[in-house]
């Protein structure tokens, strides 16, 4: 379902089937795919921010191939079932086209982290502790990942056009996960002190007692 927030529209955190359709079309320019290289592709390269499963992505191609965005080919293979490949159609070039001129959504976060911190009032704060410190860690993993995908992008650049395009997306993650690392280092820091500060009211409760 679709609402307005602050003059853009805003989607729910699981795609579509209009937006899984136009991100297939997207990952389909790069190269004619089967469905199962589709998925892979897409964890490969755009799975950092956006994912679609199979049970998205095969509906998804029956309907483009249907409506002449796609076409299906079917390749035969000696001793494995039959592969089915899907390409763009010049109609399907369009579509993407268009798509790609219409402004841009933003999604409704459903963070389960900030959800927990949120209420963490009603629980030992180590719990909080432990779940911030999990994520910071998973963050400085994903800088490593970015960091080595970069590298290995740069050396492409020259040769590809649309490397520079994904660069763009890898940046945008690079400079998240370097903001989220600062900012779970920050709240670790807030929640030792009131760690303390708890540790310091049951000495004083139990002096005083």
């Known amino acids: ?74 390749e035969r293979q000696k001793g494995r079932p039959d592969r089915n490949v899907y390409s763009l159609t010049s109609s399907g070039t369009e579509r993407l086209k268009r798509w790609l001129e219409v402004p841009a959504t933003t999604e409704v976060p459903r963070n389960d982290l900030l959800l927990k911190l949120f209420f963490g009032v009603h629980a030992p704060v180590s719990a909080s502790r432990r779940n911030v410190a999990e994520f910071v860690a998973g963050q400085e993993a994903a800088l490593e990942r970015y960091a080595a995908i970069a590298k290995d992008l740069e050396r492409k650049k020259k040769d590809n056009e649309a490397v520079r395009f994904w660069l763009m997306t890898l940046s945008y993650g690079r400079h998240h996960s370097t903001a989220m690392v600062a900012w779970g280092r920050e709240t670790l820091k807030e929640l030792d002190a009131i760690e303390k500060q708890g540790r310091k009211r049951s000495t004083t409760k139990k002096t005083s007692g």
């Not at 899984?20 to 320019?29: H, I, K, R, Y």
């Not at 998925?39 to 490969?44: K, L, T, W, Y």
């Open 1 to 74: 379902m679709l609402k307005e927030k602050q003059g853009t529209k805003t989607r729910t955190e699981r795609p579509t089937p209009t937006a899984t359709a136009d991100a297939l079309l997207g990952v389909l320019s790069m190269a004619p795919m089967s469905g199962y290289t589709l998925r892979s592709v897409i964890a490969q390269s755009i799975g950092n921010f956006w994912s679609e499963s199979y049970g998205q992505i095969y509906p998804a191609l029956k309907r483009l191939t249907a409506e002449g965005l796609v076409e299906k080919k079917t």
